[in-house]
T-cell receptor
Framework: KAGVTQTPRYLIKTRGQQVTLSCSPISGHRSVSWYQQTPGQGLQFLFEYFSETQRNKGNFPGRFSGRQFSNSRSEMNVSTLELGDSALYLC??????????????FGPGTRLTVT | AQSVTQPDIHITVSEGASLELRCNYSYGATPYLFWYVQSPGQGLQLLLKYFSGDTLVQGIKGFEAEFKRSQSSFNLRKPSVHWSDAAEYFCAVGAPGNTGKLIFGQGTTLQVKP
């Protein structure tokens, strides 16, 4: 079974631009979570989608948004990029996202650099 | 609020020596506990998990972890470290009802000396 895939793997953007990152979960997984990883803040939860609905959300500004499609693939969007948005963005998928016997599997991440 | 603390930012051990990475959590009930490993430039790989039952759990790559409710700890151990174990290790907590969200510790970087 193929793992979680994320595209693109690397991205360089300029301040003020917007960016869209994509995540394809493991086949059969319906929950997709997004995390931001930075040296200073570590791994922080952005949001989680299940059945095309945002079910949980972290403490990030509204510039960070996401969506999920009927095939469980997910995208996250960051508008009006700031230098501080430079990070590794990780996507994780799980069967149901409720920890009742399942766990999250992570993709390789998208490295975003904002200049 | 839930939190996870990994007291050791950096640990160096000799190849073949035993390893213990510490993790303490703060949560009102028994959470779901995980250990992940991350190699440079890679995503996170699940080593093991604890949901309930036997407090000593076995994982991949020869790792094990012990849940101690009285100490709010979930320490990761390996009896004999290999050079390929050099990586960053993360302890994480999930809570019932807090769907899709893991709270991670700051990570422990393991260096292995030949």
């Amino acid at each position: 079974k193929a793992g979680v895939t994320q595209t693109p793997r690397y991205l360089i953007k300029t301040r003020g631009q917007q960016v869209t990152l994509s995540c394809s979960p493991i086949s059969g997984h319906r929950s997709v979570s997004w995390y931001q990883q930075t040296p200073g803040q570590g791994l922080q939860f952005l949001f989680e989608y299940f059945s095309e609905t945002q079910r949980n959300k972290g403490n990030f500004p509204g510039r960070f948004s996401g969506r999920q499609f009927s095939n469980s693939r997910s995208e996250m969007n960051v508008s009006t990029l700031e230098l501080g948005d430079s990070a590794l963005y990780l996507c994780a998928s799980s069967l149901e996202g409720t920890y009742s016997g399942d766990e999250q599997y992570f993709g390789p991440g998208t490295r975003l650099t904002v200049t | 609020a839930q939190s996870v603390t990994q007291p050791d930012i950096h640990i160096t051990v000799s190849e073949g020596a035993s390893l213990e990475l510490r993790c303490n959590y703060s949560y009102g009930a028994t959470p779901y506990l995980f250990w992940y490993v991350q190699s440079p430039g890679q995503g996170l790989q699940l080593l093991l998990k604890y949901f309930s039952g036997d407090t000593l759990v076995q994982g991949i790559k020869g790792f094990e972890a012990e849940f101690k409710r009285s100490q709010s700890s979930f320490n990761l151990r390996k009896p004999s470290v290999h050079w390929s174990d050099a990586a960053e290790y993360f302890c994480a907590v999930g809570a019932p009802g807090n769907t899709g969200k893991l709270i991670f510790g700051q990570g422990t970087t393991l260096q292995v000396k030949p």
